[in-house]
C-alpha cells in the first residue's frame, strides 16, 4: 500500500491499527530484499553462510542415502547380498563397521557369514526340510529337524529352521488324549518300586520297562504291550491283542528275553496293573533271573519314559490313521516301532541319535555290573 499505491504510513497505521515503527522496520526490509540481500536483521556473514550451504548439503545427502536404502532393501532382501556388498566395499578401504552401520546390519553377522561361507538358498533349503519332516511322519520340530539335516551333511540354524517351517506351514502332529489302562483294583502281590525314576542307565539290559496301551480302530479296540531298555530307549518286545489277558504282556517279555538274552539280575519296572501282578508274569520273571518293580498307585510319572513312548506313536502315526481293522493296525504299528521309532527317530535325551545309533556308538563303551542299580 505505501510503496505501489502511494498511501503514506500514517494513514495506512490509522486503518489498519498497526504501530508506525513496525511498518516502517518492514518498508526498510522489503526495500533490502529488492536489491538482493536478506531482508531478516543484519546480512549473512561468509561464515554462516557457509554453514548455511553445509546443513544443505548434508540434508541432501541424507535424502539421497534414504533413498538408496530403501532401493536396496528392494533388490536385494536376502542378508547374502548385503554381506557380498560389504566384501566388495572393503577392497575399497571402506571399513567393516563403517559398512556394517550404514547397510544396518550386524557386524558379529557378517564374520559368522564369512567363516561359515555362503548359505544355502531359502529355497533349495525348503525342499530338503519338506523332505526330512515328510520322512519323519510330520511329527519332528525344529531341534529334530536340525539334527536330522545334519545328518544328511546340510547345516542349518534352529532359527531358521523355525523360519522356513512357518513360511511353508510345515506343523508337527499333537493331539493329546489320555485314558486309563491299568487295573490296580485287585489282590495281588505288588513289588516295591526299585527303579525310583532312574531313567538314565550306562548300559544295555541292566533296566527295561514295560506298559499297555489302547489303539482305536473301526473293529474295535486293540491293545499294544512293549517293553523298552531304559538304556538306548529302544523297544525290544511288542505283542498285540484285542483283549488285556496275562498272556499280551507274557508274549511282550518273552519276545524282549529272545532278542537280547540279558544276564540274571535284570529291573524290569512296570505299573501295578493286574497283568504284571498276576502268578504267570511273576513266574516268567522268576525263571529268568528278573527283578520286578512297580510304581506307585495313581503315578504315572514312575513309568513316564515308556508313558512318552506311547504319546510318540500315537501322536506321530496312529492320531493320524483310521484303521480299518486289527491286521491294519498292527502292521502299521510294528512297521513305525521297527522302521521308523527304533531305527530313525531322534532322541533329545540320547544326543539326537535313534536307538540303534546310539547302541552302535556305545558298543565300545565297558559294561557296568546289573548289581549297581539300585
Not at 499280551?248 to 519276545?255: E, I, S, T
Not at 516268567?284 to 513316564?304: E, F, Q, T, V, Y
Not at 515308556?306 to 501322536?315: G, H, I, T, Y
Not at 502299521?332 to 527304533?342: A, G, L, P, Q, R
Request: proline fraction near 4%; aromatic fraction near 8%; glycine fraction near 6%.
Amino acid at each position: 500500500m505505501v510503496k505501489d499505491q502511494g498511501v503514506s504510513v500514517c494513514d495506512v497505521c490509522r486503518t489498519m491499527d498497526l504501530g508506525e515503527t513496525a511498518v516502517r522496520r518492514w518498508i526498510r526490509q522489503y526495500e533490502t530484499e529488492l536489491n538482493g540481500q536478506s531482508g531478516i536483521g543484519k546480512p549473512l556473514t561468509a561464515e554462516q553462510q557457509r554453514i548455511r550451504q553445509l546443513e544443505a548439503e548434508n540434508r541432501q545427502l541424507r535424502m539421497d542415502n534414504d533413498i538408496l536404502k530403501k532401493a536396496f532393501g528392494l533388490l536385494c532382501p536376502r542378508t547374502e547380498m548385503t554381506y557380498r556388498l560389504i566384501q566388495q566395499l572393503q577392497q575399497k578401504a571402506i571399513p567393516v563397521t563403517h559398512a556394517c552401520r550404514i547397510l544396518e546390519v550386524s557386524r558379529a553377522g557378517y564374520y559368522q557369514h564369512r567363516q561359515r561361507g555362503p548359505r544355502q538358498t531359502d529355497v533349495v533349503a525348503t525342499v530338503e526340510l519338506k523332505a526330512v519332516f515328510a520322512a519323519s511322519g510330520q511329527a519332528d520340530g525344529s531341534r529334530r529337524l536340525v539334527s536330522a539335516l545334519q545328518a544328511q551333511g546340510r547345516t542349518l540354524g534352529r532359527y531358521r529352521v523355525r523360519r522356513l517351517m512357518s513360511e511353508a506351514a510345515l506343523r508337527p502332529v499333537w493331539k493329546r488324549k489320555f485314558v486309563h489302562t491299568t487295573d490296580s483294583k485287585h489282590d495281588l502281590p505288588v513289588a516295591e518300586n526299585l527303579l525310583d525314576r532312574q531313567f538314565d542307565v550306562a548300559a544295555p539290559n541292566q533296566a527295561w520297562t514295560s506298559d499297555i496301551t489302547y489303539v482305536r480302530t473301526r473293529q474295535g479296540w486293540l491293545y499294544l504291550a512293549a517293553v523298552m531298555d531304559l538304556f538306548s530307549r529302544k523297544i525290544i518286545g511288542w505283542a498285540m491283542a484285542p483283549t488285556m489277558p496275562t498272556e499280551l504282556v507274557a508274549a511282550a517279555l518273552r519276545m524282549a528275553l529272545q532278542q537280547r538274552k540279558p544276564p540274571p539280575g535284570l529291573l524290569l519296572h512296570s505299573d501295578r496293573g493286574s497283568q504284571y501282578a498276576s502268578l504267570e508274569y511273576q513266574a516268567l520273571l522268576g525263571r529268568h533271573g528278573i527283578r520286578c518293580s512297580m510304581s506307585r498307585k495313581g503315578n504315572c510319572w514312575d513309568n513316564a519314559v515308556m508313558e512318552r513312548f506311547f504319546l510318540n506313536l500315537k501322536m506321530e502315526r496312529v492320531w493320524q490313521r483310521d484303521y480299518a481293522n486289527h491286521g491294519e493296525a498292527q502292521r502299521d504299528i510294528t512297521e513305525y516301532i521297527v522302521s521308523f521309532y527304533n531305527g530313525v527317530r531322534l532322541h533329545s535325551t540320547l544326543g539326537y541319535l535313534s536307538p540303534v545309533a546310539y547302541e552302535r556308538t556305545r558298543a565300545t563303551t565297558p559294561p557296568i555290573l546289573v548289581s549297581e542299580i539300585t
